[in-house]
């Protein structure tokens, strides 16, 4: 099992933005969290499991103010949450954020039971899942489409993008073309048959994000990519 001090990592990219992931997690089940730097604060894109306190074993997010937004509300993304006091999620999830119940999170489906095997490599030190649920995390703020969110110095477009769950966020730097997509488009298999998802919803918003020509995306999982890929992933779910 993993001890708290080796449970994190942080991977830096370019224009500011870092990578805070859990390793020791299978990629479907391994959050990416952004975070991102500005002049006068930064932002916190989700959150993770939550199997040990996020700021104290991440020193990049102390010492700064830091806007927590959550992408959506499902329990991979937003198991630190309550650990900021700015928090940030679209009005369609604040209730889950407020009062997250295990079957609305996903826990129940994907992760509860005899399923660590499929969770883990290594499960995190004291790991039980049977007793494990999303702390209450009230927003702050709700952001929804059109709404910026300035850092100083760089302005994040909110784009509301549903299909993955009802109230899923994405943003959007046009001055750097970073979109972070999180659990909408990723290079991966995405997620459409579960609570709260919507194929209608979901083939807008992807016929939506194609107008955009990102330089690379960040994804809630796997990979990160850029234009080409953002496109094939695209153009292949339209198709299905």
């Not at 806007?67 to 630190?80: E, K, P, V, Y």
Request: proline share 7%; glycine share 8%; with cysteine.
């Amino acid at each position: 099992m993993i001890p708290a001090k080796h449970w994190y990592e942080t991977i830096p990219f370019a224009d500011g933005i870092t990578l805070i992931h859990e390793p020791w997690m299978t990629p479907f089940f391994r959050c990416n969290m952004w975070l991102i730097r500005g002049r006068d604060r930064d932002l916190l894109v989700d959150t993770g499991l939550g199997a040990f306190p996020l700021r104290r074993h991440v020193p990049a997010l102390q010492g700064r103010p830091v806007l927590c937004l959550s992408s959506h509300t499902h329990f991979d993304h937003i198991g630190s949450t309550h650990e900021f006091a700015d928090r940030l999620v679209h009005p369609a999830e604040a209730a889950s954020l407020a009062a997250p119940q295990n079957d609305v999170t996903l826990f129940s489906h994907y992760a509860a039971g005899d399923r660590d095997g499929e969770m883990f490599h290594a499960p995190p030190e004291g790991w039980n899942a049977a007793t494990y649920t999303n702390r209450a995390a009230p927003a702050t703020q709700h952001v929804v489409e059109g709404d910026e969110i300035d850092l100083g110095g760089r302005v994040w477009r909110v784009l509301h993008t549903p299909g993955h769950s009802p109230g899923h966020l994405s943003l959007w730097e046009e001055a750097t073309g970073t979109l972070i997509a999180q659990d909408v488009v990723y290079d991966g298999p995405l997620v459409t048959e579960c609570l709260g998802a919507d194929m209608p919803a979901y083939r807008a918003t992807m016929a939506r994000l194609r107008d955009l020509s990102p330089g690379i995306v960040h994804g809630g999982h796997f990979a990160s990519f850029g234009l080409v890929r953002f496109r094939q992933l695209i153009d292949s779910f339209l198709e299905t």
